[in-house]
């Protein structure tokens, strides 16, 4: 490869500009200065270019070189990325912190995986046949529990030869070789792939299933699609990153990209002490065993802080193609918007509202329309990516850009409300002004897998708290006592609704993970204790009466004494409340029947 | 590397001032300037061809175009570190400014640091027992943390600092290799004054470390303070295995200075004129808080800023509490009724707790009965807000429990004396005092064992 080479010229923070480099490619990755800084080109005018660059520039001096590499910034795609830390531009951590201690130096250069394990690799080819781009080729148990499939790139089709057999190899080693009547590609295990294309598919699909979480409010009330997008904004403090880190643990997808961008150190930490340990709900392996992290954390450069969200989403599509459902969460992406704003600030372009560029709407929609559910290129399996996206609007104001332009490309709105957050409640999700518009498109799939009457329930219950929230701006005026028992049944209802089923403590051993039984069990029997106090005092029964009973305190503390696979419990809580209603019944009116 | 010098400035621009034909300047680089025989420090900002933007310490008052004259250093900002620190008392830029001597053996250190990588972090979990009950129930601090105190101006921030400062320790662990880094930006000299005498009194002089910038040094100096102390503080803390105490003051003049400086350099300002990079630059100090595998030292941050007009969606404390892992909110109203520490519960928070707390660490019953506190003083807001409408004696009876509940918990529990050092177990039963206002039937958080156990009905 011939190598070009420019002169640098200026230099601001981690903008710098080059000159004699009309050969450069845009967004080619290049090396800057003498200590060879990682850049990635970023605009290009007559023979200059401009660079931002993924390490400090402290040190940096007009004149010193800028290299050309030939080469997009890409990822490395193949087996030896589940389990990794890297940071923004694919630099596995711990690799990092072997070559060079515990403090990040520069202008590092090292593999994104490891080139010297040997895979167990069962080859499906043999010598002759036709392939194509996407098709399977060969599998790799990567852990215990994921197998990695091996495709054909996109774009390389053909006949192969000389294809080995099955055995142990490394990623690098060349496994056939593909003749497409001219050319000849050597066929290895591992793929490059430019992180700010969206990688080719054969078709979208519709969404029709939900990505199961386990968290009560979501589930129930305001579900994500498997392929979906969704939207978490909140202040500080309010819950954004241990929702992710919930989903990360407890969703139903087969891989997890965990994006930290422009977040805490020890939020990653966190994840890294604490997944090896968790144990998935579904197979019983421990949950690192399916994760992968991108650990661009706050003071970590801020170019790669932007790139950090094309890396995850590109590795994320990469295993969407293998067939699998990926569910890819990012926090927070305001960092990531800041970062555009500060590159864009240092190239002096016109800012829009509140110094973002304009193209920050542009980029964004881009980013959320990599989530989708496609029928994959090569091998027609079905393979998803879904995009939680946490959004930390200044002063917890939702009306700021990042907020209002990532609400259009999402279709889940989890708003997180700095006085439920206040008090504890958590998670706190507001469940006014939260919203999912995927509900028509999964009811179905409810109404089969969980029970016909899923949907029914919960739109009482959301019934139920909207028509608390009027009585609440009554009851904030006159107090509670005015109100008729109707009413203060209602309010009550609403608030076992709210303390026993939203709010989920997520260091709870017991519920911090809910199964879709235990969700409708739970709200069933609580809506039933609605409909039956509700007759009680049509009956003339005094609301005194039924709150004394322990019945509601029973319901209340449902979700902490009701394990997951104990959930018949439920059944016998169902007894205790029917015959505590009779008794009532019984007492008023002195004749019982079956209500 | 040689040094290279020039004489003679192109432009001079609030704290900026720009040269040109200069050569062969590195990015970051330090510079002497030296006026009439008086000598300042300042950094290059920018390169761009042959001129060099710099910004300096000291501010530009006084320089000429045509005498001012330039060395550039060749390295960036560093400070000379060795234990020798100890005791002693440094300029905003880490010069010596007591009677002691110059530091003579040392190493050099930029004060930029390098970022701790995410995968060399060791989670805190170890907990600090400040005798403060109010942060020990509900906000414990965690070894390794940076945990701010949001306060504003006539606040008794400071005095809360120096008692926890005075009180903190480990449980069942000797005070060990304590050390304190204090960083003051742009406080007034009596402030610094009562802290450092307050460290005198307790006899921790010796293990203090500290950087002034006052009220009437120069501004733009403040830029490097709490990077020159984040820097001693990374030495103690992980070269010399030393627990390290960062306390920085105030965090609002800090960032008063990096918007002059950014006004100056004509950026772009975000929200109230404060540059858009606010976020990570705080971010570049803050994240220098933590503990690091196979290390013995930690540095746990205290910084103390003052909101503007009390609002806590400043620009300010919104980008730092986005960045700490919790924060103390001092609360005016309270302090008006004589509440001290007046911490104010519902906004405050600590986001390392729930990794060291409970059995094994402080008592089996702190993460439900921290829950179930904040739960009901959030209800008491609610119900004083009813009761100043309809009037207290119109609340339903379970309504005046939690005014009652309301009133002992600020009395009681929050309320306590500066000198007054609670043991946790201390304040945890003052909790159940508390609680005791309340049915039990309210104790929704609390598991129904821990109820048994600990809970009495108070009756007065
Ligand atoms: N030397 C001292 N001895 C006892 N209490 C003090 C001392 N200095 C300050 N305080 C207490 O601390 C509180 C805050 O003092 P401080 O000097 O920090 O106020 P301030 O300067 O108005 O606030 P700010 O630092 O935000 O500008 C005061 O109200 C006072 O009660
Ligand atoms: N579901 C939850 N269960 C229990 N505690 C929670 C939950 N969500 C948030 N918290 C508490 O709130 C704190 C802040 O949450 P975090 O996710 O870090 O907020 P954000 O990312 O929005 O700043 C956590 O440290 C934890 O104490
Ligand atoms: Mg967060
Ligand atoms: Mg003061």
């Given at each position: 490869?011939?190598?070009?080479?420019?002169?640098?010229?200026?230099?601001?923070?981690?903008?710098?500009?080059?000159?004699n480099?009309?050969?450069?490619?845009?967004?080619?990755v290049?090396?800057?200065?003498?200590?060879?800084?990682?850049?990635?080109?970023?605009?290009?005018?007559?023979?200059?270019?401009?660079?931002?660059i993924?390490?400090?520039?402290t040190?940096?001096?007009?004149?010193?070189?800028?290299?050309?590499?030939?080469?997009?910034?890409?990822?490395m795609?193949?087996?030896?990325?589940?389990?990794?830390?890297?940071?923004?531009?694919?630099?596995?951590?711990?690799?990092?912190?072997?070559?060079s201690?515990?403090?990040?130096?520069?202008?590092?250069?090292v593999?994104?995986?490891?080139?010297?394990?040997?895979?167990d690799?069962?080859i499906?080819?043999?010598?002759?046949?036709?392939?194509?781009?996407?098709?399977?080729?060969?599998t790799v148990?990567?852990?215990s529990?994921?197998?990695?499939?091996?495709?054909?790139?996109?774009?390389?089709?053909?006949?192969?030869?000389?294809?080995?057999?099955?055995?142990r190899y490394?990623?690098?080693t060349?496994?056939?070789?593909?003749?497409?009547?001219?050319?000849?590609y050597?066929?290895?295990?591992?793929?490059?792939?430019?992180v700010?294309?969206?990688?080719?598919?054969k078709?979208?699909?519709?969404?029709?299933?939900?990505l199961?979480?386990?968290?009560?409010?979501?589930d129930?009330?305001?579900?994500?699609?498997?392929g979906?997008?969704?939207?978490?904004?909140?202040?500080?403090?309010?819950?954004?990153?241990?929702?992710?880190?919930?989903?990360?643990?407890w969703?139903?997808?087969?891989?997890?990209?965990y994006?930290?961008?422009?977040?805490?150190?020890?939020?990653?930490?966190?994840?890294?002490?604490?997944?090896?340990?968790?144990?998935?709900?579904?197979?019983?392996?421990?949950?690192?065993?399916?994760?992968?992290?991108?650990?661009?954390?706050?003071?970590?450069?801020?170019s790669?802080?932007?790139?950090?969200?094309?890396?995850?989403?590109?590795?994320?599509?990469?295993?969407?193609?293998?067939?699998?459902?990926?569910?890819?969460?990012?926090?927070s992406?305001?960092?990531?918007a800041?970062?555009?704003r500060?590159?864009?600030?240092?190239?002096?372009?016109?800012?829009?509202?509140?110094?973002f560029?304009?193209?920050?709407?542009?980029?964004?929609?881009?980013f959320?329309?990599?989530?989708?559910?496609?029928?994959?290129?090569?091998?027609?399996?079905?393979?998803?990516?879904?995009?939680?996206?946490?959004?930390?609007?200044?002063?917890?104001?939702?009306?700021?850009?990042?907020?209002?332009?990532?609400?259009?490309?999402?279709?889940?709105?989890?708003?997180?409300?700095?006085?439920?957050?206040?008090?504890?409640?958590?998670?706190?999700?507001?469940?006014?002004?939260?919203?999912?518009?995927?509900?028509?498109?999964?009811?179905?799939?409810?109404?089969?897998t969980?029970?016909?009457?899923?949907f029914?329930?919960?739109n009482?219950?959301?019934?139920?708290?909207?028509?608390?929230?009027?009585?609440?701006?009554?009851?904030?005026?006159?107090?509670?006592?005015?109100?008729?028992?109707d009413?203060?049944?209602?309010v009550r209802?609403?608030?076992?609704i709210?303390?026993?089923?939203?709010?989920?403590?997520?260091y709870?051993?017991v519920?911090?993970?809910?199964?879709?039984?235990?969700?409708y069990?739970?709200?069933?029997?609580?809506?039933?204790?609605?409909?039956?106090?509700?007759?009680?005092?049509?009956?003339?029964?005094?609301?005194?009466?039924?709150?004394?009973g322990?019945?509601?305190?029973?319901?209340?503390?449902?979700?902490?004494?009701?394990?997951?696979?104990?959930?018949?419990?439920?059944?016998?809580?169902?007894k205790e409340?029917?015959?505590?209603?009779?008794?009532?019944?019984?007492k008023?009116?002195?004749?019982?029947?079956?209500? | 590397?040689?040094?290279?010098?020039?004489i003679?400035?192109?432009?001079?621009?609030?704290?900026?001032?720009?040269?040109?034909?200069?050569?062969?300047?590195?990015?970051?680089e330090?510079?002497?300037?030296t006026?009439?025989?008086?000598?300042?420090?300042?950094?290059?900002?920018?390169?761009?061809?042959?001129?060099?933007?710099?910004?300096?310490?000291?501010?530009t008052e006084g320089?000429?175009?045509?005498?001012?004259s330039?060395?550039?250093?060749g390295?960036?900002?560093e400070?000379?570190?060795?234990?020798?620190?100890?005791?002693?008392?440094f300029?905003?830029?880490?010069?010596?400014?007591?009677?002691g001597?110059?530091?003579?053996?040392?190493?050099?250190?930029?004060?930029n640091?390098?970022?701790?990588?995410?995968?060399?972090?060791?989670?805190?979990?170890?907990?600090?027992?400040?005798?403060?009950?109010?942060?020990?129930?509900?906000m414990?601090?965690v070894?390794?943390?940076?945990?701010?105190?949001?306060?504003?101006?006539?606040?008794?921030h400071?005095?809360?600092a120096?008692?926890?400062?005075?009180?903190?320790?480990?449980?069942?662990?000797e005070?060990?290799?304590?050390?304190?880094?204090?960083?003051a930006?742009?406080?007034?000299?009596?402030?610094?004054?009562y802290?450092?005498?307050?460290?005198?009194?307790?006899?921790?002089?010796?293990?203090?470390v500290?950087f002034?910038?006052?009220?009437?040094?120069p501004?733009i100096?403040?830029?490097?303070?709490?990077r020159?102390?984040?820097?001693?503080?990374?030495?103690?803390?992980?070269?010399?295995?030393?627990?390290v105490l960062?306390?920085?003051?105030?965090?609002?003049?800090?960032?008063?200075?990096?918007?002059?400086?950014?006004?100056a350099?004509?950026?772009v300002?975000?929200?109230?004129?404060?540059?858009?990079?606010l976020?990570?630059?705080?971010a570049?100090?803050?994240?220098r808080?933590?503990?690091?595998?196979?290390?013995?030292?930690?540095?746990?941050?205290?910084?103390?800023?003052?909101?503007?007009?009390?609002?806590?969606?400043?620009?300010?404390?919104?980008?730092?509490?986005?960045?700490?892992?919790g924060?103390?909110?001092?609360?005016?109203?309270?302090?008006?009724?004589?509440?001290?520490?007046?911490?104010?519960?519902?906004?405050?928070?600590?986001?390392?707790m729930?990794?060291?707390?409970?059995?094994?660490?402080?008592?089996l019953?702190?993460?439900h009965?921290y829950?179930?506190?904040f739960?009901?003083?959030?209800?008491?807001?609610?119900?004083?807000?009813?009761?100043?409408?309809?009037?207290?004696?119109e609340?339903i009876?379970?309504?005046?429990?939690y005014?009652?509940?309301?009133?002992?918990?600020?009395?009681?529990?929050?309320?306590?004396?500066?000198?007054?050092?609670?043991?946790?177990?201390?304040?945890?039963d003052?909790?159940?005092?508390?609680?005791?206002?309340?049915?039990?039937e309210?104790?929704?958080?609390?598991?129904?064992?821990?109820?048994?156990?600990?809970?009495?009905?108070?009756?007065?």
């Amino acid at each position: 490869m011939e190598q070009k080479t420019g002169k640098l010229y200026m230099i601001n923070g981690p903008v710098v500009k080059a000159d004699n480099t009309s050969s450069f490619m845009m967004h080619e990755v290049v090396r800057v200065g003498k200590i060879g800084l990682i850049g990635e080109i970023i605009s290009l005018e007559d023979d200059r270019a401009t660079i931002q660059i993924y390490e400090e520039t402290t040190g940096l001096k007009i004149g010193e070189p800028v290299r050309s590499s030939g080469k997009l910034l890409s990822v490395m795609l193949g087996p030896g990325m589940i389990g990794n830390v890297y940071d923004g531009i694919q630099r596995p951590l711990e690799v990092l912190r072997n070559r060079s201690g515990d403090f990040l130096k520069r202008g590092v250069e090292v593999l994104p995986i490891d080139f010297k394990h040997e895979w167990d690799t069962e080859i499906l080819i043999k010598d002759g046949d036709t392939v194509k781009p996407g098709q399977i080729i060969a599998t790799v148990d990567e852990t215990s529990s994921f197998t990695h499939r091996i495709m054909i790139p996109p774009g390389v089709s053909g006949t192969v030869n000389n294809v080995r057999t099955s055995g142990r190899y490394t990623v690098d080693t060349v496994i056939a070789e593909i003749d497409d009547g001219g050319d000849k590609y050597n066929l290895t295990m591992f793929q490059n792939w430019p992180v700010r294309t969206p990688r080719p598919y054969k078709k979208r699909l519709a969404v029709d299933e939900p990505l199961i979480t386990g968290q009560r409010v979501i589930d129930t009330f305001f579900p994500l699609n498997k392929g979906g997008a969704a939207c978490i904004p909140g202040g500080f403090g309010t819950g954004k990153t241990i929702l992710q880190h919930q989903f990360a643990k407890w969703s139903d997808a087969d891989v997890i990209v965990y994006i930290g961008c422009g977040e805490r150190g020890n939020e990653m930490t966190e994840v890294l002490e604490e997944f090896p340990e968790l144990k998935d709900p579904r197979n019983g392996k421990p949950l690192m065993e399916r994760t992968i992290l991108i650990a661009n954390t706050s003071n970590m450069p801020v170019s790669a802080r932007e790139a950090s969200i094309y890396t995850g989403v590109t590795i994320a599509e990469y295993f969407r193609d293998m067939g699998y459902h990926v569910a890819v969460m990012a926090d927070s992406t305001s960092r990531w918007a800041e970062a555009l704003r500060e590159i864009s600030g240092r190239l002096e372009e016109m800012p829009a509202e509140e110094g973002f560029p304009p193209y920050l709407s542009s980029r964004l929609a881009d980013f959320y329309e990599r989530a989708g559910k496609v029928s994959a290129l090569g091998n027609e399996s079905l393979g998803s990516v879904s995009i939680i996206g946490a959004v930390s609007p200044p002063g917890g104001d939702f009306s700021e850009p990042v907020t209002t332009h990532t609400k259009r490309f999402t279709r889940c709105f989890w708003a997180l409300d700095k006085s439920l957050a206040n008090a504890r409640h958590y998670p706190a999700i507001n469940w006014l002004t939260s919203y999912s518009e995927n509900i028509g498109d999964v009811k179905e799939w409810y109404s089969k897998t969980v029970s016909r009457d899923f949907f029914k329930l919960r739109n009482e219950a959301l019934a139920l708290l909207n028509e608390d929230d009027r009585l609440q701006q009554i009851i904030k005026l006159v107090g509670e006592d005015v109100l008729p028992d109707d009413q203060k049944l209602t309010v009550r209802a609403a608030s076992l609704i709210k303390i026993g089923f939203l709010q989920q403590n997520s260091y709870s051993k017991v519920d911090c993970f809910a199964s879709l039984n235990k969700q409708y069990k739970m709200l069933k029997i609580m809506l039933v204790f609605y409909e039956k106090a509700r007759e009680l005092i049509s009956l003339g029964v005094a609301i005194s009466e039924i709150l004394k009973g322990s019945i509601l305190n029973t319901l209340m503390r449902m979700k902490e004494e009701v394990s997951n696979d104990n959930v018949e419990k439920i059944t016998a809580i169902g007894k205790e409340l029917e015959s505590f209603c009779m008794a009532l019944k019984k007492k008023y009116s002195g004749k019982p029947d079956n209500m | 590397m040689p040094v290279k010098e020039y004489i003679g400035l192109s432009k001079i621009d609030g704290p900026l001032i720009f040269i040109k034909k200069v050569k062969n300047i590195s990015y970051n680089e330090v510079v002497e300037i030296t006026y009439k025989g008086s000598s300042r420090f300042g950094q290059v900002v920018m390169l761009s061809n042959d001129t060099a933007v710099i910004q300096v310490f000291q501010g530009t008052e006084g320089l000429s175009i045509d005498k001012t004259s330039i060395r550039f250093l060749g390295r960036p900002l560093e400070i000379k570190l060795s234990e020798d620190i100890l005791g002693r008392t440094f300029n905003g830029i880490g010069m010596p400014i007591d009677e002691g001597s110059r530091i003579i053996r040392g190493e050099y250190r930029d004060i930029n640091g390098e970022p701790i990588n995410p995968a060399s972090r060791m989670y805190p979990r170890n907990y600090i027992e400040t005798g403060v009950s109010a942060i020990d129930l509900l906000m414990t601090v965690v070894r390794g943390q940076k945990l701010p105190i949001f306060s504003g101006n006539g606040l008794p921030h400071n005095r809360l600092a120096v008692q926890i400062t005075r009180q903190a320790r480990i449980k069942g662990e000797e005070r060990g290799r304590f050390a304190i880094v204090f960083a003051a930006m742009g406080i007034k000299h009596d402030s610094a004054r009562y802290i450092l005498s307050s460290f005198e009194e307790s006899g921790a002089l010796k293990n203090v470390v500290t950087f002034l910038n006052l009220a009437d040094d120069p501004t733009i100096e403040r830029i490097a303070t709490p990077r020159v102390a984040l820097t001693a503080a990374e030495y103690l803390a992980f070269e010399k295995g030393m627990h390290v105490l960062v306390i920085m003051t105030d965090m609002t003049n800090y960032c008063e200075a990096l918007r002059e400086l950014s006004t100056a350099r004509g950026e772009v300002p975000s929200r109230k004129g404060y540059p858009g990079y606010l976020y990570s630059d705080l971010a570049s100090m803050y994240e220098r808080a933590g503990m690091i595998k196979g290390k013995k030292g930690s540095i746990t941050q205290l910084p103390i800023l003052s909101m503007p007009n009390d609002d806590i969606t400043h620009p300010i404390p919104d980008l730092t509490g986005y960045i700490t892992e919790g924060q103390i909110v001092l609360d005016r109203d309270l302090y008006r009724k004589g509440v001290y520490p007046p911490i104010n519960i519902l906004l405050s928070l600590s986001r390392l707790m729930k990794d060291s707390i409970g059995e094994g660490y402080t008592r089996l019953d702190h993460p439900h009965v921290y829950s179930q506190l904040f739960a009901a003083y959030s209800r008491v807001h609610e119900v004083r807000a009813l009761a100043s409408i309809i009037g207290e004696e119109e609340l339903i009876d379970l309504d005046k429990m939690y005014m009652k509940f309301g009133k002992a918990f600020e009395e009681e529990f929050i309320t306590q004396g500066e000198d007054e050092n609670r043991a946790m177990e201390e304040t945890l039963d003052i909790a159940w005092k508390v609680l005791g206002y309340l049915p039990k039937e309210e104790l929704t958080r609390i598991s129904r064992d821990e109820i048994e156990r600990f809970y009495n009905k108070r009756e007065d």
